[in-house]
Structure formats: structure tokens, C-alpha cells
């Protein structure tokens, strides 16, 4: 099992820009979660998908922040523009089921925003 | 879901057991207790979660107090790479996990 994939490890960009972080999950999870961690604020929950469908986004900051989940084994997480203060590591993470289950974590993207 | 509060550091020696203590008191009937880790430079890793009742795996063990208002997790033979951010976490399902600062946990050789 490769466990949750996540794309690129690492990412520098520039005030402004777009940018597009990339999750897959492990194959025959039903629940996907994005989360964001900083020293300052911690791993905070940003949105959760359930069977593609997302459930609750209201951990998503602003309207700059947009999630996707197209099919069972990929979602984005895009920002648009870009901003410092949105220099995180950004983790995904699967579960098998829609409740009672374990979260399994991705090795996250490390987001830095000149 | 509950608070939890958790000492935000601890050091144990290799080899010996590791407690880490957590104090949920406004915990509701039917909120678990989830235990992750998080090592250095990596994503949270689940542990162990129980409801009421004691619960041991391969990893550790989870010592749930009587009336529920606090807990402990136990590495029974801590190795160096059980150092970690150790978090505790009541909630209703897996879904909506708050992550508090955690326990640092340092395992000295």
C-alpha cells in the first residue's frame, strides 16, 4: 500500500500566484481531508470530502482557497492568489469510511509564498 | 467536541515505559478518545481510541479512567523513534478532529 500521495513535497511561489497542491488517496477510501499547519495556529481541519462530495468547509479561510475532488483517487487544493501569510505544510489525509474511522496522513506539501 | 489538556512536554528514558497523561473533562457520553502522533517533518500518524473501555494494540495501550474525565497513553518500551508530538483528541466520530499543541514527547537514550 502506498498510502496517501501528495504533490509536490515541496513548493516556493511568488505573492500573487496560483497555486495547486494534488492528493491521492488511499485506494477505497470513502473520506478526504485537507488540513493546514503552522507554528503559530497548529493542524487545523480546512474541508473534508465524503464519497467526492464535500461535507464541511468551513475551516477554509477564504474564498482564495478552493478544493476539488473530481474522482475517488485525486483532489486539488488551490489557492489563488497566493499570499504569505498562506506559507504552511499543507497535509491530506484518507479514511476508509464516512465515520468512526481513522485518519491516514499524507507526508504533506510544504508551501512557502514569497 | 471536548477540550483536551495535555502537558506540553515530557521526556522518558529508552527502554522504559512511556505515560502520557490527558485530562478531558467535559467530555460527553459518546465522544471518543483518539491518540495520533506527529514525528518531525511528517503527517500525524493514528495510534489507539477507545470509548470507555481499555484498549491495547501493537503500539500502545489506552488507559481510560472510570468516569471518563481523563486518560493515559502508554508506550510500554519506549525507542528513540517514539519521540514525538504526542496528540489527544475527543470527538464524536474521525471526521472533525481538533488538534490541540499536543505533547512533546523527548525519548533520551
Known amino acids: 500500500d502506498a498510502g496517501v500521495i501528495q504533490s509536490p513535497r515541496h513548493e516556493v511561489t511568488e505573492m500573487g500566484q496560483e497555486v495547486t497542491l494534488r492528493c491521492k488517496p488511499i485506494?477505497?477510501?470513502?473520506?478526504l481531508f485537507w488540513y493546514r499547519q503552522t507554528m503559530m495556529r497548529g493542524l487545523e481541519l480546512l474541508i473534508y470530502?465524503?464519497?467526492?462530495?464535500?461535507?464541511?468547509d468551513s475551516g477554509m479561510p477564504e474564498d482564495r482557497f478552493s478544493a476539488k475532488m473530481p474522482n475517488a483517487s485525486f483532489s486539488t487544493l488551490k489557492i489563488q492568489p497566493s499570499e504569505p501569510r498562506d506559507s504552511a505544510v499543507y497535509f491530506c489525509?484518507?479514511?476508509?469510511?464516512?465515520?468512526?474511522?481513522?485518519?491516514?496522513f499524507g507526508p504533506g506539501t510544504r508551501l512557502l509564498v514569497l | 467536541d471536548a477540550k483536551t489538556t495535555q502537558p506540553p512536554s515530557m521526556d522518558c528514558a529508552e527502554g522504559r515505559a512511556a505515560n502520557l497523561p490527558c485530562n478531558h473533562s467535559?467530555?460527553?457520553?459518546?465522544?471518543?478518545v483518539y491518540w495520533y502522533r506527529q514525528i518531525h517533518s511528517q503527517g500525524p500518524q493514528y495510534i489507539i481510541h477507545?470509548?470507555?473501555n481499555n484498549e491495547t494494540n501493537e503500539m500502545a495501550s489506552l488507559i481510560i479512567t472510570e468516569d471518563r474525565k481523563s486518560s493515559t497513553l502508554i508506550l510500554p518500551h519506549a525507542t528513540l523513534r517514539d519521540t514525538a508530538v504526542y496528540y489527544c483528541?475527543?470527538?464524536?466520530?474521525?471526521?472533525?478532529?481538533?488538534f490541540g499543541q499536543g505533547t512533546r514527547l523527548t525519548i533520551n537514550p
Open positions: 489525509a484518507s479514511s476508509p469510511s464516512g465515520s468512526g474511522e481513522t485518519q491516514y
Open positions: 485506494s477505497g477510501h470513502n473520506s
Open positions: 470530502f465524503n464519497n467526492n462530495v464535500p461535507i464541511d
Open positions: 467535559t467530555i460527553s457520553g459518546n465522544e471518543y
Open positions: 477507545g470509548l470507555k
Open positions: 483528541i475527543a470527538a464524536r466520530g474521525a471526521q472533525k478532529l481538533v
